[in-house]
């Protein structure tokens, strides 16, 4: 069987309900049930069918029925949910997935214990184990060698495992929640990872009634559980952001949620951070590749090759907006290393992730639980270094720091626990000393925190759990058996569930300019225009959205928001974004304009000079362009890129020597490919035909442009050759030469 197939007409047969396109759904129904022998499944289809044209032919009839809309929709709440069944019935036979092996595994226990079928939680087959827990006292906390302990544990994984793969929950399992969450017998990591059991249930097979109990477990309000409560429910909202609108039950409670205090604040928070994981794949490149580096080294930042849009290093064409300091400000464009990795470890950056990667092979991550267990100090996996010689007699102090700091994830505590025990001595005693420092640090900013920020534990214990999830999706053996839900754009703010929390416009421009300091600008994008809807009288909002435009290349739409940003407020910056849309898009005497113009506002900005420059560079008026260069290579004397368009503008005015004299002080610097060319033309000029060669010989060898560009770059510079007095039967017969040379 297919399993990509299954999996892929799965969605589409959803994506097509959500369209109210039922007739192309159940055909899709009816493909995927040839790859199931469950003839109960098939006569569910029939009925659905039947249903359906029925309903059809009433409706065409015009038969009025005033419980249509009911029928309609309970039709359609069915078509999903027989999908499901389906999907899930090929998987279990046909995958080879372990979690159905586990399952099946599960349901041949369940027969052994005489109960075929669970309808209460007296048909569990763990309820005996449940109810000796049950009679122990609260004060109990058993010899993790005892036989007490080793049932606890099991107990434990059977709850789990019931609670993760129970497709779709009865009166069993809703008694089993109230006594998880009632009976004061389970520790808050013990529930914590029951509600993730629920979660990762609810993502392999929709039942609004799992989502009702993620509410259930968030409103009881214990920490550490509820924080996972919602960020699982508001990742299954975004999961089935088609079906939310079907169940009225998860709208209105959704409804009456969003009036409880700090609610919607804290679906920001979680929003925001589960968006914030796009960042990490980027994030752990650029420790991997620039920011470990650097500190390994210490050396200067290497500059970038020479350019025309970067003769000043200091003004890119697409530098921001100085105005809008409250996003951007000064010191971003000087943080040192690690002050910028301690930045976004603050903002709740996964930082750790790369670090961490290697180090889930330890035998604890081959139990499927243990991705999701909190850290707590009184862990057994504390044993493994509470008998060690250095680390032995600071195993508290350890495991209370490694608790308490906020900037590691549950998953990677471990792992660095587990870790310890093979460090050398030196580096034991080390990271003894470091944690020591750090718990004394944590205590004083915990307590500083909790009077500024009422929300930081909760942020801290949300910005963990997903991390911890994160890693599963990401690194555990098991991932391909899940759809990973951290993949796409995670437009969050766009699901359903979004505008029924009462996540306003606060929370949007909030997300907008996170998405804007990030450079996701397709997505800051979309919120901005909505703002710009909303205020449509605020300069920087048509400023910030021209801006997002710019940066995915649709200057049309960016000049759009920058003239009417002109036309509330008018900036030099804004001018100037003008003039480069119009340069990007070939309006070469509109855009000079421009640049003159804030060359008048500001006649000292020489960035506005070389943009002017360039213009006239575009224009071909070369003797204006070398006014304008001269005026930068007077202000700025030891910049080398500033040689490039001079020596250029002489070339293409016919006087050699002062353009030969500019490229050999470009020399001193490193010569790029076009560099190459272009004293390739200025030798041919010159009658040095043999010189040219060698140069363009040059540029093709240097590996930064193939054949085929330097061909076409030499096709466009032709006309330019025959006017400066380059003899056109020459060329073909020279090119000829060249090529035969470079093989």
């Known amino acids: 069987m297919d399993i990509k197939k299954t999996i892929q007409q799965h969605k589409q047969l959803c994506s097509f309900i959500s369209e109210k396109k039922v007739k192309q759904s159940l055909d899709i129904l009816s493909d995927m049930l040839t790859g199931t022998s469950s003839g109960d499944l098939r006569d569910e289809y029939e009925n659905l069918v039947m249903t359906y044209r029925n309903m059809l032919t009433y409706t065409i009839e015009g038969i009025n029925d005033p419980e249509r809309n009911k ?121 914590s990872i029951f509600t993730t059991a629920i979660t990762l249930s609810a993502l392999r097979t929709w039942q609004s009634e799992k989502l009702l109990h993620l509410m259930n477990i968030y409103e009881s309000g214990q920490e550490q559980v509820m924080e996972r409560a919602l960020s699982g429910l508001i990742l299954n909202l975004h999961y089935y952001n088609g079906r939310i609108l079907l169940y009225p039950e998860i709208t209105i409670r959704l409804s009456r949620m969003s009036k409880l205090p700090a609610f919607s604040e804290r679906c920001r928070i979680i929003v925001l951070q589960t968006i914030r994981s796009r960042e990490t794949e980027k994030l752990s490149r650029k420790l991997h590749d620039e920011i470990l580096p650097q500190v390994a080294k210490l050396r200067p930042r290497i500059e970038e090759k020479l350019d025309l849009d970067n003769i000043l290093p200091n003004d890119k064409n697409e530098e921001k907006n100085p105005d809008w300091s409250t996003v951007f400000s000064d010191s971003e464009e000087i943080f040192k290393t690690m002050e910028e990795l301690t930045k976004l470890q603050m903002e709740g950056a996964d930082v750790y992730m790369s670090a961490f990667a290697n180090l889930k092979h330890f035998d604890f991550f081959k139990d499927f639980q243990n991705w999701f267990v909190p850290f707590y100090p009184d862990h057994e996996v504390l044993n493994e270094i509470f008998t060690d010689e250095v680390l032995g007699p600071g195993t508290n102090e350890l495991a209370d720091a490694m608790y308490q700091t906020p900037f590691i994830c549950n998953s990677d505590k471990y792992s660095l626990i587990l870790n310890l025990k093979y460090l050398p001595s030196t580096q034991k005693s080390m990271m003894l000393k470091v944690f020591r420092m750090e718990l004394e640090g944590l205590q004083q900013m915990n307590d500083d925190d909790s009077v500024t920020d009422p929300n930081k534990k909760f942020r801290t214990n949300v910005t963990q759990y997903l991390q911890d999830i994160y890693r599963f999706f990401k690194l555990s053996p098991y991932r391909k058996e899940f759809e990973d839900i951290f993949t796409g754009r995670l437009d969050i703010y766009n699901s359903a569930f979004f505008r029924l929390t009462g996540n306003g416009s606060e929370a949007e421009a909030g997300l907008a300019d996170y998405f804007f300091r990030r450079d996701f600008y397709e997505d800051a994008l979309s919120l901005f225009l909505k703002q710009t809807k909303e205020k449509p009288d605020v300069a920087e909002l048509y400023e910030k959205t021209g801006y997002c435009y710019q940066q995915i290349a649709d200057y049309e739409e960016a000049l759009k928001y920058y003239r009417m940003a002109e036309l509330i407020d008018r900036k030099v910056w804004t001018i100037k974004k003008i003039g480069l849309c119009l340069r990007r898009l070939g309006k070469n005497e509109e855009a000079l304009e421009y640049y003159v113009r804030a060359g008048e506002m500001e006649p000292d900005n020489i960035h506005t000079a070389i943009m002017t420059a360039h213009c006239f560079l575009d224009m071909k008026e070369y003797e204006q362009a070398l006014k304008y260069y001269f005026r930068i290579e007077y202000t700025d004397p030891g910049n080398l890129k500033i040689l490039r368009p001079i020596a250029y503008c002489y070339f293409a005015l016919g006087r050699f020597d002062d353009s030969e004299k500019y490229y050999e002080r470009l020399l001193a610097g490193k010569l790029n490919a076009h560099d190459l060319i272009n004293m390739g033309h200025l030798a041919l000029c010159r009658s040095r035909k043999k010189e040219a060669i060698d140069l363009y010989r040059q540029s093709i060898l240097s590996g930064e442009l193939p054949k085929d560009k330097f061909m076409a770059i030499f096709a466009e510079d032709r006309n330019l050759l025959i006017t400066l007095g380059v003899n056109p039967d020459d060329l073909p017969i020279l090119l000829d030469y060249l090529l035969f040379n470079i093989g």
Do not use: C
């Open 71 to 191: 029928v309609y929709l309970k039709l359609i709440q069915s078509i999903l949910e027989l999908s499901d069944k389906v999907r899930q019935d090929i998987l279990s036979h046909s995958s080879g997935w372990n979690t159905y092996w586990t399952k099946q595994q599960t349901e041949k226990e369940q027969k052994l214990s005489g109960k075929t079928i669970v309808e209460t939680v007296d048909d569990l087959m763990f309820k005996s184990e449940l109810d000796e827990w049950l009679r122990l006292s609260n004060e109990i906390n058993p010899n993790p060698e005892s036989e007490l302990s080793r049932k606890h544990k099991q107990l434990i994984k059977n709850i789990f495992n019931h609670l993760w793969l129970t497709d779709y929950y009865g009166e069993a399992e809703e008694s089993l929640i109230n006594i998880i969450l009632n009976s004061g017998k389970f520790r808050w990591y013990e529930s």
